[in-house]
């Protein structure tokens, strides 16, 4: 089993910095993707940011230039970097990894059960 928990969210002003951690556990033979989603409420769930095994990283256009994207391979842990929060950032910030495990054949997409971020004006 694959665990991925998220961690980093709370309360900050407009124009502040938040760094989002979500760390993978358990029994992964490699990861590939890593991925961070938003849910905004009343609102769908939206990519944000990605980052590929090679570090090749995407953003939404909204968070191009706020928002930066790493991983420590050595730790299982994607982070998300977030500089210059407007209120449109409040969401509940969701990180899901691609992973192999051991004697399975597919990738499988594993989830977080996300971390609040609440900006205020």
């Known amino acids: 089993q694959v665990q991925v928990v998220e961690s980093g969210g709370g309360l900050v002003q407009a124009g502040g910095s938040l760094r989002l951690s979500c760390a993978a556990s358990?029994?992964?033979?490699?990861?590939?993707?890593m991925v961070w989603y938003r849910q905004a409420p009343g609102k769908e769930r939206e990519l944000v940011a990605q980052?590929?095994?090679?570090?090749?990283?995407t953003y939404a256009d909204s968070v191009k230039g706020r928002f930066s994207i790493s991983r420590d391979n050595s730790r299982n842990t994607v982070y998300l970097q977030m500089n210059s929060l407007t209120p449109e950032d409040t969401a509940v910030y969701y990180c899901?990894?691609?992973?192999?495990?051991?004697?399975?054949?597919?990738?499988?997409?594993?989830w977080g059960q996300g971390t609040r971020v609440t900006v205020s004006s």
């Open positions: 899901n990894i691609w992973a192999k495990v051991p004697f399975v054949k597919n990738i499988g997409i594993y």
């Open positions: 358990g029994s992964i033979s490699s990861i590939n993707l």
């Open positions: 980052i590929t095994s090679s570090n090749i990283t």
